[in-house]
Each structure stands twice: as C-alpha cells, then as structure tokens.
C-alpha cells in the first residue's frame, strides 16, 4: 500500500452572486433571498470541507470538497416549508461547493469542467474513516461534493462521466 498524505485545503468559498445565477438559470435574485442567502452561506461555512489527497507514487493529487449532512438536513426543511426556498437553498449549496472548487481549481473558473475520477484503494479507505462512501456510480454520500483531480490535469478525457455528460459530446 503506497504513502497517502491528506491535508486540509484552505479555502473559504465566498458568495459569488454570477456563479448562484449560472447554477440556478436565475437571471436575477430578489434581494430578500439575498438576506436569506447571506444567513445560510454564513450558517453553512462552518460546514464547508476541502481535502487534498496526495498519493507518494504521483505527481497528481486529488481535492474532494463538500458540505457535511447538517446542509443537507438543512436544505430538506427548506423544501418542506416551502419549494421555492427549498430549491434557492439547494442552488446556493451547490454554488458553495462550485465556488470553492473554482478556487481551488483556478482552470475550472476559465470554463473547464472539474472532471470526476475514481479514486484509488487508498483514497476510498481514507474517505471511509471521514464518513464518506464511495458509489461505483461516481457519487458520495454528500449530496453536495465534489472529487476532483488537484491540480488540474485534464477534462473530459480524464472523466469517469463522459460518456453521459453532455457536455463531453
């Protein structure tokens, strides 16, 4: 089994109103939801995890970003009180997560995508002892989160989705 270091990124995602709008299809945002917006991204930061993984035998890491369960339980009671604010609080955790991953990953922000690869044993043994399950499908048991490869070392063709991503056709 090879040497895996993991280390806390330092990243603070910060609300960035274009991203929320290129998320959610809005075209504009009521400024109520804004205050709604700015109590919840506040609530959520404390919630905010960003990890990189660095395998000893590569040169290429891999950064995993996600909101914990407390967002998620969260945005569920947004959708109970009411769809509109569930769905806003939905949008505004992804926007979190995007926002942090376009830090981290500066060729995301430029338009690239943030390609999902399988991780390795190593990795999926260290996202176990965080909680985190690995699906053979490409997903976590977060509903907001993202793996990526960090830095950035390719897109689509390096991407466990592009045979069903659109935007890989």
């Known amino acids: 089994m090879g040497k895996l270091t993991v280390e806390k990124l330092e ?17 504009r945002v009521e400024h109520d939801l ?3 917006f700015e109590k919840y991204w506040d609530q959520w930061l404390p919630s905010f995890r960003a990890v990189k993984f660095q395998p000893a035998a590569s040169k290429r890491g891999f950064a995993l970003l996600y909101l914990d369960k407390d967002v ?3 945005v569920e009671e947004a ?6 604010e569930g769905f806003a609080l939905h949008n505004l955790a992804i926007t ?7 830090q981290a990953v ?3 922000d430029e338009g690239a ?3 999902l690869t399988v991780p390795d044993r190593d990795i999926k043994r260290r996202f176990a002892k965080m909680g985190i399950e690995w699906k053979e499908d490409g997903a976590v048991n977060r509903q907001y ?7 950035y070392s390719g897109g689509c063709e390096i991407c466990m989705m592009r045979e069903s991503c659109p935007r890989s056709r």
């Open 34 to 36: 804004l205050e709604l």
């Open 11 to 27: 990243i603070k995602p910060e609300f960035d109103m274009m991203v929320y709008m290129e998320i959610s299809g809005s075209n």
């Open 113 to 115: 995508c943030a390609p």
């Open 145 to 151: 989160a993202v793996f990526t490869p960090h830095p």
């Open 106 to 108: 500066p060729e995301v």
């Open 72 to 74: 998620e339980a969260s």
């Open 79 to 84: 959708w109970q009180r009411s769809p509109s």
């Open 96 to 102: 979190m997560v995007m926002t942090a991953v376009r």
